[in-house]
C-alpha cells in the first residue's frame, strides 16, 4: 500500500482503556491480560489530543471497559470531545453508574452507538467460545430500551455457524445492526483459526442466506469478504497505520488492535504526529500483505512490546 495518499493523521483511532476483562473468550487476542486501567487524567490529555488533530472516530475498548472504575467519566468525556464515538463491550459488566452515563449523553447527543460481542442466543453455545449469554441478553434489551444504537458483533466458528442466522432473528426485534466476524489466527493465539474456522461451503451459504435476510428485513448485516486475498479479518484491505491506530492503556501504540505485540511508539514519549509519520508506522504501511497473516516478518518493522 503506498503512503502518498495516506491522512495526515489517523482517522479511526482504538483507545483501549483497561486490559482487564471478565471473560475468557477462545479466541481473544488482548494476550497477556496485564490488568492495566488507563489514568483518567492521560486519558483526558489523549482524547483531547486527538480531537485536535482530527480523528473522525474514537473507539472506547479493552479489556472490557466498563470495568474500568472511573468508565462513566472517560465515557462523558469521550462524547464531550467527539461527535462520533463507539463503545465496545461483552455485555455483561454494565452497572446503574453507567446506564445513568450513557443516558445523560443520549439526552445531550440523541445518540450513542454501543457494540455488544454475542456468538448466540444459546447461553450453551454462547459459553463455547465466550460466556453463557444471558446477561449479555438483558444488556442489548436494556440498551435498546433507552435508545441505544446496539451493534450485535458475532465471531462465525465452527460452533455457532448453524446458529447466526436464528440469532439474528431473534435480536431483529432490538436491532437492525449486525456485525459478523471470522476467525483469523494472530500471534497471541496461533492455531485458532484451525482449531475455529468452520468449513468455506458452509461460510458462504450463510453469507448468501444473510444477504437475503437482511434484505427481506432492512436489516444492516456487515459480512466479512471471507476469502478476501489480503486476509484481513473485516473483510477489508488492511488499514493498519495508513488510517487507524490503537492506544493501550499504558499508553503505547500499535497500528492494528488484534496485534499485540507490535508498538510503533508511546504517547508519553512523543506526540501523535511524532508517532504517526515515524519510521515505524511508515515501516507499517510499506508492506504487502496484513501484519496479521506474516508476523514474523513485522518483527523488522517495530519493535515487539517490552512486557
Known amino acids: 500500500m503506498s503512503a502518498g495518499n495516506r491522512p495526515c493523521a489517523p482517522l479511526l483511532v482504538t483507545v483501549n482503556v483497561t486490559t482487564r476483562c471478565n471473560l475468557d473468550c477462545v479466541y481473544c487476542y488482548m494476550q497477556p491480560r496485564s490488568g492495566v486501567d488507563m489514568p483518567r487524567a492521560e486519558f483526558e490529555r489523549v482524547i483531547d489530543e486527538l480531537s485536535a488533530r ?52 443520549l439526552n445531550e447527543k440523541g445518540a450513542v452507538t454501543i457494540q455488544v460481542s454475542l456468538d448466540a442466543i444459546d447461553v450453551r453455545m454462547n459459553a463455547l467460545t465466550r460466556a453463557p449469554s444471558r446477561r449479555t441478553l438483558r444488556t442489548i434489551r436494556q440498551l435498546t430500551s433507552i435508545g441505544c444504537h446496539v451493534i450485535v458483533a458475532i465471531v462465525v466458528t465452527r460452533h455457532n455457524i448453524a446458529a447466526v442466522r436464528p440469532t439474528i432473528e431473534a ?37 448468501s442466506e444473510l444477504r437475503a435476510l437482511a434484505a427481506a428485513r432492512d436489516l444492516a448485516i456487515n459480512l466479512p469478504a471471507d476469502e478476501c486475498a489480503s486476509g484481513c479479518a473485516t473483510g477489508a484491505p488492511c488499514m493498519a497505520g495508513f488510517s487507524t491506530f490503537v492506544i493501550d492503556p499504558d499508553l503505547k501504540v500499535r497500528p492494528c488492535d488484534r496485534v499485540t505485540d507490535v508498538v510503533i511508539g508511546n504517547l508519553r514519549e512523543a506526540t501523535i504526529p511524532d508517532i504517526w509519520n515515524g519510521e515505524a508506522a511508515l515501516g507499517v504501511i510499506r508492506r504487502d500483505e496484513p501484519i496479521c497473516r506474516s508476523p514474523a516478518r513485522w518483527e523488522r518493522l517495530a519493535s515487539p512490546v517490552t512486557r
Open 171 to 207: 435480536l431483529a426485534e432490538h436491532t437492525r445492526w449486525f456485525h459478523l466476524m471470522a476467525v483469523q489466527d494472530i500471534r497471541s493465539k496461533m492455531g485458532i483459526e484451525r482449531e475455529l474456522e468452520s468449513e468455506l461451503a458452509m461460510r458462504s451459504a450463510l453469507w
Open 54 to 105: 482530527g480523528v473522525f472516530l474514537v473507539t472506547l475498548s479493552g479489556g472490557e471497559p466498563f470495568l474500568h472504575p472511573e468508565f462513566p467519566e472517560l465515557f462523558r468525556y469521550a462524547h464531550k470531545r467527539f461527535a462520533h464515538v463507539m463503545t465496545l463491550t461483552n455485555g455483561t459488566a454494565l452497572r446503574s453508574c453507567h446506564l445513568d452515563a450513557i443516558h445523560e449523553v
